[in-house]
């Protein structure tokens, strides 16, 4: 079995509060990638409170996105049509809850690999792919640099260059 985790794609990150043109074109791309994914498809969403800006995260970046039931929170709706499961809401960058559901399936069907795209590549990209590196360590992690955006171009080539230190596969990346 192989898996595809989709990563935040939600509106506040896409063309939203936090959004980007490099978000904004990936959505295609993920969308084709699921819809030729031959696996399970699991996504996250990134999920806050409307008390955002007193938590850590709200002092370290200081503008509300994801908030619960706004329409920021929702998965972009070219993606949400092509998902069969109901995205694991995840109040951090990365989710400790999907780790334990992948560990699940593992144990009752081995995982042949686990591949990873979204936003942003630099924040929760990185985040949740390193956390399936020490989940589900002698299993391959890939991330399709094609199907993932940055907070910004260059942040998200460094994200892609540490992933790469920690034996995370790139696949579609600039080398």
């Known amino acids: ?31 084709e990638k ?6 399970l498809v699991l996504a996250t969403r990134d999920t806050h409170t409307s008390n ?34 109901t995205p694991i809401d995840k109040p951090t960058f990365g989710s400790v809850e999907l780790m334990e559901n992948l560990r699940s399936l593992h144990a009752e069907n081995p995982i042949g690999s686990i591949t990873l795209v979204g936003l942003c590549t630099d924040i929760c990209v990185i985040s949740n ?15 399709d640099a094609a199907c993932c955006a940055g907070v910004t171009p260059e ?7 540490a992933m790469r230190m920690c ?3 790139i696949e579609n990346g600039e080398d």
């Open 1 to 31: 079995m192989h898996v595809l985790i989709v990563v935040d794609m939600q509106k506040d990150f896409i063309d939203g509060a936090l959004g980007t043109p490099e978000a904004v074109a990936i959505v295609p791309k993920v969308a």
């Open 52 to 85: 955002y800006l007193e938590t850590q995260e709200g002092h370290h970046l200081p503008v509300v996105h994801c908030v619960l039931g706004t329409p920021g929170w929702g998965i972009h709706p070219e993606i949400a049509e092509l998902l069969d499961e």
């Open 34 to 39: 699921i819809r030729d994914f031959d696996g």
């Open 129 to 143: 792919a390193i956390m399936a590196k020490a989940a589900l360590p002698e299993v391959p992690v890939l991330v």
């Open 155 to 161: 942040s998200h080539k460094n994200a892609l260059q």
């Open 167 to 169: 034996q995370i596969q």
